[in-house]
């Protein structure tokens, strides 16, 4: 593995953005999911288990990763200008694009907007809506109001330590990121709550948490994503997923313009079942 540093300026900002290079073959972009303990050495078991046959670039998102984090405004906005930044940068040809959880509805935006970059994409477990709008959709007048508590200075950054414990991570973990309870070990506990740690660590999870990097509002928006322009998707759908989650996967896969796939997991089998990813992206 080599790690990369690309120079990036994403709204006006620079953005230094350090990639994972795995494997041999044909060019791939491997996009980790947006979440509270997000960072892309999650997506670098499945780069390993695809680098016989495939060169996988891997990069943090802005506001994310086991980093110091640069700040830039947290936004849908943002993240497409990114990704735009990214493929400048980087801009293959892909014979392969791999987007986790919410970077699902980014990285299709982007072969939308950059026809012929990407061979095919497989979309892991993939994701629209965050974890609050999910579970209290019909609060959503607070989910401004608790973002802008966690973002404020002193009291914002003790109330998210208070909700980034290693217990209440652990707990996380077991209820819904991986399916097998018995992998959240001391040792994944620990490397994830180091993630949470990092400076300005608690404005990526504020902004996330409460939809505000969703990059559509709702699940006819994001199915309209799709169209006829886009190159082979593979929708990999983990048995385990959480009810509200696994619905929208189904309904994804029921519209007819991708192909569906299951695997084993919960919200994260790209980290918890890279063998059996990378598999299913093999036989796809």
């Known amino acids: 593995m080599e790690t990369q540093a690309l120079s990036l300026t994403v709204a006006g900002r620079p953005v230094p953005t350090p990639c994972d290079v795995i494997g041999q073959g044909q060019d791939a ?49 943002t993240f497409h200008a990114f990704l735009d930044a990214l493929l400048e940068a980087a801009p293959g040809p892909y014979a392969l694009g791999v987007a986790a959880g919410h970077a699902a509805g980014y990285l299709v935006a982007a072969a939308r907007r950059h026809p012929g970059t990407f061979a095919r994409l497989v979309l892991v477990a993939p994701t629209w809506r965050g974890p609050l709008p999910t579970a ?100 990999l759908r983990p048995e385990g997923a959480p009810r509200r989650s696994g619905a929208e996967m189904d309904a994804l896969i029921a519209g007819g313009r991708v192909t569906g796939a299951v695997i084993p997991g919960a919200l994260s089998p790209h980290e918890e079942h890279p063998e059996a990813v990378a598999a299913a992206i093999r036989a796809g």
């Open 136 to 235: 209290m959709p019909g609060r959503a007048h607070w989910f401004p109001r608790i973002r802008r508590a966690v973002e404020a200075p002193i009291f914002g950054e003790a109330l998210y330590r208070i909700n980034i414990s290693p217990p209440i991570i652990g707990r996380m973990m077991r209820a819904h990121v991986y399916a097998d309870a018995a992998r959240v070990t001391p040792a994944v506990v620990r490397d994830k709550h180091a993630i949470t740690r990092q400076r300005n660590g608690r404005f990526g999870t504020a902004a996330f948490v409460t939809g505000g990097l969703d990059p559509v509002a709702s699940r006819a928006a994001f199915l309209d994503l799709f169209d006829a322009a886009l190159p082979p998707i593979l929708v």
């Open 29 to 77: 972009l491997l996009l980790p999911a947006l979440s509270t303990i997000s960072a892309r050495a999650e997506m670098r078991d499945l780069a390993r288990a695809l680098g016989t046959g495939y060169r996988c670039r891997i990069p943090d998102w802005p506001g994310f990763g086991a980093r110091p984090r640069t700040r830039v405004p947290l936004a849908p906005e």
